[in-house]
């Protein structure tokens, strides 16, 4: 299941609009950061927040 817009957007935000690996802004990227799984889940998971980071 893709992680929908709403929480991609409220990921960014917490990370205030930083990468979480190397803390560079977005703003200077040329693509916007995806926003990734901290640890991986098979199955049906949920897109957990505190398991989301931009990078």
Request: charged share 20%; with cysteine; hydrophobic share 30%.
């Amino acid at each position: 299941m893709p992680i929908n817009d709403a929480i991609k957007q409220a990921i960014r935000e917490r990370a205030s609009y930083l990468c979480e690996y190397c803390h560079s802004p977005e703003r200077l990227s040329a693509n916007r950061f995806t926003v990734d799984h901290i640890i991986i889940h098979s199955g049906h998971y949920t897109h957990w927040s505190s398991n989301l980071r931009p990078s």
